[in-house]
């Protein structure tokens, strides 16, 4: 078990009610379990936790008898883990504002995630231009990548 560790005023790792002060999806849709790094400078990368268990509400239909955690889930957990990296890079001080996400470009799964895995998500901040910013997020079991995309994410006017 590693120590603790402070990365721009946040104490490492980041439990459950620190991600939720920080974006606004709440169960069954929050997606991330623990923020175990982040780099701000000289780039903005995460690296965020999912524990997926049986417990998880999609699995009772996708698929019975074989549970795979639906890709489009996937996605949706390396943007908010970019929701994340989003927040924690804004000015002490400054409400956090609402993201979309806006566009996903080069998505590719190569293999199923399913109960008992421990989906780690892995997001670098490209760039950020007018109240977008562009990432690209890896996912992956066991050191295995699992997923990968680029997500463009709109600031709410």
């Not at 402070?6 to 069954?28: C, K, N, W």
């Not at 995460?46 to 074989?66: L, W």
């Not at 883990?81 to 996903?104: E, F, W």
Request: glycine share 10%; net charge neutral.
């Amino acid at each position: 078990m590693t120590d603790s560790k402070t990365t721009g005023g946040f104490e490492l790792p980041l439990d459950v009610a620190q991600i939720q002060s920080m974006i606004p999806h709440r169960f069954p849709f929050l997606l991330l379990d623990r923020v175990v790094d982040v780099q701000l400078e000289p780039q903005r990368i995460i690296r965020a936790i999912k524990n997926v268990t049986i417990n998880e509400p999609f699995f009772q239909g996708h698929f019975p008898g074989h549970p795979v955690m639906p890709g489009v889930l996937v996605i949706e957990a390396l943007a908010q883990a970019a929701g994340v990296l989003t927040a924690m890079g804004s000015n002490p001080g400054q409400q956090a504002n609402l993201y979309y996400l806006a566009k996903i470009d080069n998505a590719r799964f190569s293999k199923t995630v399913g109960p008992g895995d421990q989906l780690v998500l892995e997001v670098l901040e490209k760039r950020r231009m007018r109240g977008m910013g562009l990432f690209e997020g890896v996912a992956s079991v066991d050191g295995k990548r699992v997923a990968s995309a680029d997500l463009l994410c709109a600031g709410r006017a």
